[in-house]
Structures are given as structure tokens and as C-alpha cells.
């Protein structure tokens, strides 16, 4: 089966401090990847998505791919109360029929 | 403009009954994908639809069965409720374009429609 798999937490970090979360996925042919927020009762949010190795950046959001090693990161710089929520990593596996798999994500919590 | 619509937003129905749920994608979009999310976990992939084609299907019972319209709207619709059913129902649109070759596969998630099952 593939799989992604995170950390389920909790995670707490201090206000401005940087959150790390990660990810890694069994499918090493998998070729697009996404950070989704999900706040407590509500739908994921898409926050970020990557297919190349290296660093993204937007804001104060970086996803780092790194398929040699079959792992995805998402680092939160100047973390937010506001930014308190689980995060999901998601993977589009190879020959799928453009599903997601998703893992179960980690809860954060970013300490006033 | 408007995101991916579902209705309805909470449903409760008994064990052995049919339910089925609704989903409007942004306009544009003509993928559709439904997932299903059990409480602390992440989504699971139900049914993916293009130009209404089946595309994907998940490792569900044959209980759930899915369409997509010509409008690109799209129904999931389970029978013979189980319990284990009970869970928040998801919505994906996806702007995919027939050509693509590498499957971004970019979803944008609506609000989705809490089904509980007594």
C-alpha cells in the first residue's frame, strides 16, 4: 500500500518561533506533493504544493522536497497563534488515477 | 468567485439507509474527487471524476457509487448505512486539463457534509 506517513503530534512551538513538520512517503514514484491546513471542524486549505527537489517559499510558509530520501517538510517561520491547526501532507502517488493520499497529519500549537 | 460547494452541511441517518450528498465544483474545474475523513484521521480517496468519466476509484464497497453531470456537478451516494460510515464527506475540484502529463493534481477542498450514522 502507499503511504504517507507524519508525526501525529501534538506539536507546540512559541509564538514567532519556527514549526517544522514532515512528512515522508513509501511511493517512490510519486510526483506532486501538497501541504494542506486544517482547522478543527473545518475542510483542508491548501498552503502549498511542490514537484521539484529543493525549497519552496511564500510567505512565511517553506515546503523542501527531497525524493531521494522519499521526504517532504513544511517549515512555518514567525508562527502564529492563528496558525494553531492540523496539517496534512498529501502525495499524488504514481499511476494513480490522480487521487491524493493523504497522511493523518500533525496537530500544532503555537503557544502565545 | 465561488469555492467548491456541498450540501448539505450536516446529515444524521439511521443503519441500513441511503444517503446522498452533493457537490458544485468552482467554476472552471471539471474534476471532482470525493474523499472521506474519519475523525483524527487524514482523507480518503472515494471517486475521482473528469468530463463526467469515472477516473479513480478507492478501496470502498460497492455501497458507494458516485456520477458527475454535465455541468461538472457531482453526487456521492452510499446505501445500506454502516455506522463505520459516519465521517466528514469531502469535495476536490481540480482544474486538470486532459493534456496534463504530470499529474499536479492541485484539489481544492469544500466545506463538506458531517454524516452521522445512528
Known amino acids: 500500500q502507499k503511504e504517507v506517513e507524519q508525526n501525529s503530534g501534538p506539536l507546540s512551538v512559541p509564538e514567532g518561533a519556527i514549526a517544522s513538520l514532515n512528512c515522508t512517503y513509501s511511493?517512490?514514484?510519486?510526483?506532486?506533493f501538497f501541504w494542506y491546513r486544517q482547522y478543527s471542524g473545518k475542510s483542508p486549505e491548501l498552503i502549498m504544493f511542490?514537484?521539484?527537489?529543493g525549497d519552496k517559499e511564500d510567505g512565511r510558509f517553506t515546503a523542501q522536497l527531497n525524493k531521494a530520501s522519499q521526504y517532504v517538510s513544511l517549515l512555518i517561520r514567525d508562527s502564529q497563534p492563528s496558525d494553531s491547526a492540523t496539517y496534512l501532507c498529501a502525495v499524488n502517488p504514481s499511476g494513480s488515477a490522480r487521487q491524493l493520499t493523504f497522511g493523518s497529519g500533525t496537530q500544532l500549537t503555537v503557544l502565545p | 468567485d465561488a469555492g467548491v460547494t456541498q450540501s448539505p452541511t450536516h446529515l444524521i441517518k439511521t443503519r441500513g439507509q441511503h444517503v446522498t450528498l452533493r457537490c458544485s465544483p468552482i467554476?472552471?474545474?471539471?474534476?471532482v474527487s470525493w474523499y472521506q475523513q474519519v475523525l483524527g484521521q487524514g482523507p480518503q480517496f472515494i471517486f475521482q471524476y473528469y468530463e463526467k468519466e469515472e477516473r479513480g476509484r478507492g478501496n470502498f464497497p460497492d455501497r458507494f457509487s458516485a456520477r458527475q453531470f454535465p455541468n461538472y456537478s457531482s453526487e456521492l451516494n452510499v446505501n445500506a448505512l454502516l455506522l463505520g460510515d459516519s465521517a466528514l464527506y469531502l469535495c476536490a475540484s481540480s482544474p486538470l486539463k486532459r493534456a496534463e502529463i504530470i499529474a499536479k493534481n492541485i484539489q481544492y477542498f469544500g466545506a463538506g457534509t458531517r454524516l452521522s450514522v445512528l
Open positions: 511542490i514537484y521539484s527537489n
Open positions: 467554476s472552471g474545474h471539471k474534476s
Open positions: 511511493d517512490r514514484g510519486s510526483q506532486s
